[in-house]
């Protein structure tokens, strides 16, 4: 296969990087100066004709409008803006309103549906306030976004702020609500995680477009009935609609209702049962029956107190028969019926086979859709008979430090009384615990992960995965051959759907580094800040002409006063199975003082490694090298921590502030292989060691995709 040499070609790579265990990353702004850039697309109905007339706002990460536009004839539209990344809310006469995330200088295609007798339906994941956003007792370098006492109202919108213009899009948004929101003293007293988050974050909710939470989750009484009714308060303070807990089995089962364009939708909430607490002597199913009682004894500001409340309290406990009958009822009065399911395995992105058979009991019973959340990573999505399912929609606001856990996506359906007629996926990165709509590489990252772990139904096109009109997904594949002596391949778009010959020299991968390119991928108005990843941002080591070509970059750097290294790593360990290769360009002025650690633990939270090992990189003279590290995993390890570490030179007097090691990295990717050669939307990466013919899919559903070398 031709192979003109471009940015990422660099077709053999060698050499060594190094990188250094995160604690977790810190998110600073970016102090750049950038002129402003031009933002242009079209916009178009779903057939692709082009709608005259439609209004275009480009609003930026906080949610300012800074410039709108109005399509021309051939749905044309153009602005410009200084902002970055930036939301692109386009809105027309008979159409519903579509707001997608957009990167300067690049154009965006917004297809809109036709609005009669269509309601528009968001779905976020995983929201708690808790914990960790409320402490400041960790090193600063943690990525706590604190939620200050002063400004507790200000800072809980300030953390949806950056995807409220997506969020208030939809005639209907929801989210799991997995904490209670009180402030009460009250706490379950065997439950190793607790989490309870300010009253106030409802208020900020509702300011962001939330308009119902699911509460039927193994969260909502953690601050048991007080925290349960501070939230009902809370909640209906807010004008935020919820079901799924209450105070007796009926209420905690009973839908919210809304009417929206002529229809009504019934929302149900419940839990499996075994995340309602039936191994703990309180549980929190609603239903055992109001017969049985609580009652205990805390202490609480330094007295105690005691507390009875009925065994009726709590959440809907979801049985097949249960869910379906409640289905059934709720169908009686709506058009569209809704169920929220909480359960399955944490960070398993499969479902159990108890969430399989109760979603297909909601799916027998009429539910037009079921949404499934709990396992706070993303899975895929499919259809059971007539009815949409998500399996998990991941985390949508949350404090946890799994790099599996960033990614995540806001689920949104377009309905009418027929059932659904479109769902599409928008990429989400919840970067310093705050959710962040992305571009570029990032966005398509996501979106590739999401096409592979879903059913055919879904199309996977550049910059969308999406379902419209029942349409079967229609594939275009040309034959390719590729020749290689252990090279790697990457794509843009498209992928390997069979190795007709030569599958002994083929291996699938896919990166585990979605920002390693360090340009800037996320909607807010921290610039090149480098997402996930830590390293000193005391000076600009980020910017837009830090890397390759003029491209973002990070550099990191360390001078004759300094008196220890400075580290370049990811911002938490990584999940993986199988091999892995580290690639990447890096520049280095010195000779010596550059390495890479490379540490295998079998847990996400164990101290010590299994195996530690560390490498030398050489220096380059201040050019752009390749680098590329095969990293064979030891057994039992399942985690991986990669540290770039820079040691100062060696001190001499008096001091030079000019003598410095200056190391600057770009297109850093860790491609974890697959065992197989099927194919799969989720690769993106080809290593052919000898010759091998493939088919590529190349065109779906009309939609042209592309292939190329790295």
């Given at each position: 296969?031709?192979?003109?040499?471009?940015?990422?070609?660099?077709?053999?790579?060698?050499?060594?990087?190094?990188?250094?265990?995160?604690?977790?990353?810190?998110?600073?702004?970016?102090?750049?100066?950038?002129?402003?850039?031009?933002?242009?697309?079209?916009?178009?109905?779903?057939?692709?004709?082009?709608?005259?007339?439609?209004?275009?706002?480009?609003?930026?990460g906080g949610g300012e409008v800074i410039s709108e536009d109005t399509t021309q004839e051939d749905?044309?539209?153009?602005?410009?803006?200084?902002?970055?990344?930036?939301?692109?809310?386009?809105?027309?006469?008979?159409?519903?309103?579509?707001?997608?995330?957009?990167?300067?200088?690049?154009?965006?295609?917004?297809?809109?549906?036709?609005?009669?007798?269509?309601?528009?339906?968001?779905?976020?994941?995983?929201?708690?306030?808790?914990?960790?956003?409320?402490?400041?007792?960790?090193?600063?370098?943690?990525?706590?976004?604190?939620?200050?006492?002063?400004?507790?109202?200000?800072?809980?919108?300030?953390?949806?702020?950056?995807?409220?213009?997506?969020?208030?899009?939809?005639?209907?948004?929801?989210?799991?609500?997995?904490?209670?929101?009180?402030?009460?003293?009250?706490?379950?007293?065997?439950?190793?995680?607790?989490?309870?988050?300010h009253p106030s974050a409802a208020t900020a909710l509702r300011e962001a477009g939330i308009d119902?939470?699911?509460?039927?989750?193994?969260?909502?009484?953690?601050?048991?009935?007080?925290?349960?009714?501070?939230?009902?308060?809370?909640?209906?303070?807010?004008?935020?609609?919820?079901?799924?807990?209450?105070?007796?089995?009926?209420?905690?089962?009973?839908?919210?209702?809304?009417?929206?364009?002529?229809?009504?939708?019934?929302?149900?909430?419940?839990?499996?049962?075994?995340?309602?607490?039936?191994?703990?002597?309180?549980?929190?199913?609603?239903?055992?029956?109001?017969?049985?009682t609580y009652t205990f004894t805390q202490e609480i500001d330094g007295e105690q107190e005691s507390?009875?409340?009925?065994?009726?309290?709590?959440?809907?406990?979801?049985?097949?028969?249960?869910?379906?009958?409640?289905?059934?009822?709720?169908?009686?009065?709506?058009?569209?019926?809704?169920?929220?399911?909480?359960?399955?395995?944490?960070?398993?992105?499969?479902?159990?086979?108890?969430?399989?058979?109760?979603?297909?009991?909601?799916?027998?019973?009429?539910?037009?859709?079921?949404?499934?959340?709990?396992?706070?990573?993303?899975?895929?999505?499919?259809?059971?008979?007539?009815?949409?399912?998500?399996?998990?929609?991941?985390?949508?606001?949350?404090?946890?430090?799994?790099?599996?856990?960033?990614?995540?996506?806001?689920?949104?359906?377009?309905?009418?009384?027929?059932?659904?007629?479109?769902?599409?996926?928008?990429?989400?990165?919840?970067?310093?615990?705050?959710?962040?709509?992305?571009?570029?590489?990032?966005?398509?990252?996501?979106?590739?992960?999401?096409?592979?772990?879903?059913?055919?139904?879904?199309?996977?096109?550049?910059?969308?995965?999406?379902?419209?009109?029942?349409?079967?997904?229609?594939?275009?594949?040309?034959?390719?051959?590729?020749?290689?002596?252990?090279?790697?391949?990457?794509?843009?778009?498209?992928?390997?759907?069979?190795?007709?010959?030569?599958?002994?020299?083929?291996?699938?991968?896919?990166?585990?580094?979605?920002?390693?390119?360090?340009?800037?991928?996320?909607?807010?108005?921290?610039?090149?800040?480098?997402?996930?990843?830590?390293?000193?941002?005391?000076?600009?080591?980020?910017?837009?002409?830090?890397?390759?070509?003029?491209?973002?970059?990070?550099?990191?750097?360390?001078?004759?006063?300094?008196?220890?290294?400075?580290?370049?790593?990811?911002?938490?360990?990584?999940?993986?199975?199988?091999?892995?290769?580290?690639?990447?360009?890096?520049?280095?002025?010195?000779?010596?003082?550059?390495?890479?650690?490379?540490?295998?633990?079998?847990?996400?939270?164990?101290?010590?490694?299994?195996?530690?090992?560390?490498?030398?990189?050489?220096?380059?003279?201040?050019?752009?090298?390749?680098?590329?590290?095969?990293?064979?995993?030891?057994?039992?390890?399942?985690?991986?921590?990669?540290?770039?570490?820079?040691?100062?030179?060696?001190?001499?007097?008096?001091?030079?502030?000019?003598?410095?090691?200056?190391?600057?990295?770009?297109?850093?990717?860790?491609?974890?292989?697959?065992?197989?050669?099927?194919?799969?939307?989720?690769?993106?990466?080809?290593?052919?060691?000898?010759?091998?013919?493939?088919?590529?899919?190349?065109?779906?559903?009309?939609?042209?995709?592309?292939?190329?070398?790295?």
């Open positions: 296969m031709e192979r003109g040499l471009r940015r990422r070609d660099f077709l053999r790579l060698s050499g060594l990087g190094a990188a250094a265990s995160a604690s977790g990353c810190q998110v600073l702004g970016s102090s750049e100066q950038t002129e402003p850039k031009p933002v242009e697309g079209t916009v178009v109905s779903l057939e692709g004709e082009p709608i005259e007339d439609a209004t275009v706002e480009v609003i930026a749905g044309s539209f153009g602005a410009k803006t200084d902002a970055g990344a930036v939301w692109l809310r386009a809105d027309a006469s008979g159409f519903l309103t579509r707001t997608v995330a957009a990167a300067p200088e690049s154009s965006t295609r917004i297809r809109l549906t036709p609005r009669e007798g269509t309601v528009s339906m968001s779905f976020g994941g995983d929201v708690m306030f808790g914990r960790r956003f409320y402490d400041d007792s960790e090193s600063p370098g943690y990525p706590w976004f604190r939620i200050r006492e002063s400004e507790i109202e200000e800072d809980h919108e300030e953390i949806l702020s950056h995807i409220q213009p997506l969020l208030s899009t939809a005639d209907i948004t929801s989210v799991n609500l997995g904490t209670t929101l009180t402030d009460s003293g009250w706490r379950h007293p065997k439950k190793s995680y607790v989490y309870t988050s119902y939470v699911a509460l039927g989750n193994n969260h909502v009484f953690d601050a048991l009935k007080p925290g349960l009714d501070d939230t009902f308060d809370a909640l209906g303070s807010a004008g935020i609609s919820y079901s799924g807990a209450g105070n007796s089995s009926e209420t905690a089962w009973e839908p919210a209702y809304f009417e929206e364009r002529g229809l009504v939708v019934g929302m149900i909430s419940c839990t499996t049962p075994g995340l309602a607490g039936v191994n703990y002597d309180i549980d929190w199913s609603a239903d055992k029956g109001e017969s049985s507390l009875t409340f009925s065994g009726g309290v709590g959440v809907a406990s979801a049985t097949e028969e249960r869910l379906a009958e409640n289905v059934r009822e709720a169908r009686e009065i709506a058009d569209v019926a809704v169920v929220q399911i909480h359960g399955g395995e944490e960070y398993q992105r499969a479902p159990t086979e108890e969430v399989e058979s109760l979603t297909d009991a909601a799916s027998e019973a009429g539910a037009d859709l079921v949404v499934n959340h709990h396992p706070h990573v993303t899975g895929g999505l499919e259809f059971r008979g007539d009815t949409l399912v998500a399996w998990t929609l991941g985390n949508l606001v949350f404090d946890q430090i799994l790099w599996e856990t960033f990614p995540s996506y806001l689920l949104t359906v377009h309905i009418t009384d027929d059932g659904v007629g479109r769902a599409y996926v928008d990429p989400l990165l919840v970067d310093g615990y705050v959710p962040k709509g992305v571009v570029g590489e990032t966005r398509e990252s996501q979106l590739r992960r999401t096409a592979g772990l879903s059913s055919d139904e879904f199309s996977l096109r550049r910059k969308a995965v999406e379902y419209v009109d029942n349409a079967r997904r229609q594939e275009e594949t040309e034959r390719m051959s590729f020749e290689g002596e252990d090279d790697i391949f990457v794509r843009e778009s498209g992928w390997v759907s069979n190795v007709v010959e030569g599958a002994d020299s083929v291996e699938l991968g896919r990166d585990l580094f979605p920002t390693g390119s360090f340009n800037e991928p996320t909607v807010d108005e921290n610039g090149h800040d480098g997402p996930l990843w830590r390293f000193d941002r005391t000076r600009a080591e980020t910017g837009p002409d830090v890397g390759l070509d003029g491209t973002g970059g990070i550099r990191v750097s360390r001078h004759q006063s300094n008196s220890s290294r400075i580290i370049l790593s990811q911002c938490a360990r990584n999940r993986f199975s199988g091999s892995l290769t580290l690639t990447g360009l890096y520049r280095y002025n010195s000779a010596e003082g550059l390495e890479l650690l490379v540490k295998w633990h079998e847990s996400s939270g164990d101290i010590d490694a299994i195996r530690e090992e560390t490498y030398t990189i050489e220096g380059t003279e201040g050019e752009w090298r390749s680098l590329r590290k095969e990293l064979q995993p030891p057994k039992g390890a399942a985690f991986i921590d990669l540290y770039f570490r820079t040691y100062p030179p060696s001190p001499q007097f008096p001091i030079d502030l000019k003598t410095e090691r200056i190391a600057t990295f770009d297109e850093l990717r860790l491609i974890e292989w697959s065992d197989g050669v099927d194919g799969g939307r989720e690769y993106d990466h080809m290593r052919v060691d000898g010759s091998a013919t493939v088919e590529v899919v190349v065109k779906e559903n009309g939609q042209d995709t592309e292939w190329s070398a790295l």
